[in-house]
Structures are given as C-alpha cells and as structure tokens.
C-alpha cells in the first residue's frame, strides 16, 4: 500500500463513520437467546497447532450497547493492563480498545461504539511490517510478535482503524500472560491467551447482552447464525479488507 492510500483512509476514516449513522434506524435489531449466548469457545489441546479450520470474529450489536462500549474498553484494560502509562502523554498512551463517538452531520444523530483490532482478514498492518512481527495466525487472529518487532510503526500508518499503538516507556507490573514492551507496536490480539483456554475474550464477557464470539467459519455457530440473520456491518467495508470484527446497528 502506497503512503497516499494510507492517508486516503485516514482521511476518510471519520467521515464514512457519519455516514453510516445516517442508515442505522433502518436495520432490524436482534436479541441474544440467553445472557450465556455470548458466543463458544472450543480449546484446543496446548500440543495441537493452529489450524485455519476456525476463524475467530465477534458481532457487536451497538444498540445494546447501554454504555457505547465503555465498559469493553475497561474490561480489556484490565485484562491487558494498557493505559496506565505515568510517562506518557494523553495521545502517546496505549488504546487497544476505545470507545469511537459518530454524529450524523445533518440529523445529528449520535451513537457511540467500541472500536479494537478488526482482525482483517487481509491486513495492511501485516502487508508493510519488513520483519514479520505483525502477523496473522491462521484462525485469523492478528497480533504483533514483540520479539521481533522493531518499532518502525509502519503497522501503525497502514491500519486504517487506528488500532494499533506504541509503547513510550518502561514498563511495571505487567500481566504474565499479555507481555508488553517498551519501544513495540501493539493492538487487540483478541485475548488469544484467553481464546486458547477456551475462555471468551474479555470484552466479550463484560458485554454478553450486545457481543457475540465465535467461529466465522462454522455456519452454524451462534455468531454466524446472528450474521445470516441480520448481517454483520463492517467498518469502511469499502477497503475490502473483510474484517473478524463485524457491528451491527451502525
Ligand atoms: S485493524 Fe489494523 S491492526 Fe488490526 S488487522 Fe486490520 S490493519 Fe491490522
Ligand atoms: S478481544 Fe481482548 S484484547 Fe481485544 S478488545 Fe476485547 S478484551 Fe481487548
């Protein structure tokens, strides 16, 4: 990707954000089975490889979101421990999650709505890393290899979402199982330590009314039952880059 379709998508990024408010009263809302319908996780045994055969997404359905998506920003703080930077200014702190407030220009009209790593199923942050440190496991999840990346941000410039961010200090009191360093890239990695033990993503269980996990590969899993039904927007579905992450009511 060259640097002006980087900054084309930048640019644009907002602005398709407000026009999309403009349809949102026209689709059909839907309503989870049960509290316990946040989606299924199978684990896989720690000796088997990752395969292809899943690929892990989630629907957000923003219209029940009470809070916009708040309280899946804390919850993946906590899980994670991003944010807590004390040498850091406001705009250098990390964000794997933040909640992204949209107002139609003309109605004004707003709704607000937690936007994370969309997991892209072609993912521009992975095309322009020169080491290999971004990189997506073949169940779709993409995530950042601390160990090799470099620190060059040149994920950062390619993601459209601005999902990704840097860490600009040194670091305390670290959670062992998501490990972060000074002077790497990181983003969302969909609580992968949580995924492999069968677990749901932390967001995921902070909002089980509004989110649903699961296997996107899997027709009759209960998130590609709820995408069948009412479809699964995605963010500037005009890159092409058919995002794991998918909303519904925007
Ligand atoms: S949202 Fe950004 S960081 Fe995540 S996979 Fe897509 S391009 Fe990469
Ligand atoms: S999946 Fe995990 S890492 Fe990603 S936003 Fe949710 S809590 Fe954060």
């Known amino acids: 990707m060259n640097q002006n379709r980087v900054d084309e998508y930048r640019r644009n ?4 954000l407000g026009g999309v408010a403009a349809v949102a009263a026209v689709a059909p809302s839907f309503v989870l089975q049960t509290a316990h319908a946040a989606g299924e996780v199978a684990a896989k045994p720690v000796d088997q490889a990752v395969t292809n055969a899943k690929r892990w997404g989630m629907l957000i359905d923003v219209t029940k979101l009470t809070d916009g ?8 703080k906590k899980e ?67 160990h090799i990346c470099i620190g060059c941000r040149y994920c950062m410039m390619a993601c459209p979402y601005k999902a990704r961010s840097f860490v600009h200090e040194a670091l ?52 590609s039952q709820a995408m069948k039904t009412i479809g699964g927007k995605q963010i500037r579905a005009d890159l092409g880059l058919n995002t794991g992450v998918r909303y519904h009511g925007i």
């Open 80 to 146: 994670h421990g991003w944010g807590d930077e004390t040498h850091s200014a406001d705009t250098q702190k990390a964000h794997w999650a933040r909640v992204v407030k949209v107002t139609d220009k003309l109605t004004k009209n707003s709704f607000s709505l937690p936007v994370m790593c969309q997991h892209c199923e072609n993912p521009p942050c992975v095309d322009v890393c020169p080491t290999g440190a971004s990189m997506k496991r073949a169940d779709g999840i993409v995530q950042v290899n601390k």
């Open 13 to 16: 990024f907002m602005t398709t």
């Open 69 to 76: 998506g708040a309280g899946m920003v804390a919850a993946c």
């Open 172 to 223: 305390q009191d670290q959670k062992p199982h998501s490990p972060r360093g000074m002077g790497t890239v990181e983003s969302c990695n969909m609580c992968v330590h949580r995924i492999d033990e069968g677990k749901l993503p932390a967001c995921v269980e902070a909002a089980p009314d509004a989110v649903i996990f699961g296997d996107l590969n899997d027709p009759n899993s209960a998130v």
